[in-house]
């Protein structure tokens, strides 16, 4: 099972800069992400959500590809075969990326809106979604951020959220007035 954490950051660049990071120790064999997704709250209040997996894009090629040979297949059928791989193409990588358009990957994207929608002004958030890690290993490489990063949300036992938090410089979750 997957484990969700939310990381507000100071700077509108540090979530970026976070998930250079992640991505730094997925290639290491430390991290293992299913999902990330960065939000940046601009000076204007606006919410700029920036995907990790482009589902537009995955969608278009897999459809340009499979479109093709489909198109070249019906294509040679009926003596044509170039005419049909391009009409395939162009129809697959169309109905492809309208696919990957409309289609949700990992974590929701109404969540990310409105957990993304209560940041201040001028800051970030990374949301990121982790099959399996190297707690230890991990939190001693996330440890550049402490001080700039506040633990927004998160899905991990109480234990872990505890090393966390204190990794990144935070002393306790914060408690719901009475």
């Given at each position: 099972m997957s ?55 995955l969608g278009?090629?897999?459809?340009l590809f ?113």
């Open positions: 484990d969700l954490i939310v990381v507000g950051f100071d700077n509108p660049a540090e979530a970026t800069a976070a998930l250079t990071e992640c991505k730094k120790l997925e290639k290491e064999y430390l991290l293992d992400l299913e999902d990330a997704v960065v939000v940046v709250r601009g000076a204007d209040g606006k919410l700029h959500l920036q995907q990790s997996v482009n589902l537009e894009k278009a090629s897999y459809g499979s479109g093709g040979f489909w198109g070249a297949l019906v294509g040679l059928l009926c003596l044509n075969p170039l005419a049909g791989f391009v009409a395939g193409s162009l129809v697959g990588a169309g109905a492809g990326a309208i696919a990957g358009k409309m289609s949700d990957y990992g974590i929701d994207d109404n969540f990310i809106k409105s957990l993304g929608s209560t940041i201040p002004a001028n800051t970030s958030a990374l949301f990121v979604l982790v099959r399996k890690s190297q707690p230890d290993k991990v939190l001693a490489d996330l440890a550049q951020f402490k001080g700039h990063a506040r633990v927004l949300q998160t899905s991990l036992s109480p234990e872990n959220e505890s090393k966390l938090r204190a990794a990144l410089g935070q002393l306790a979750a914060p408690t719901a007035a009475a």
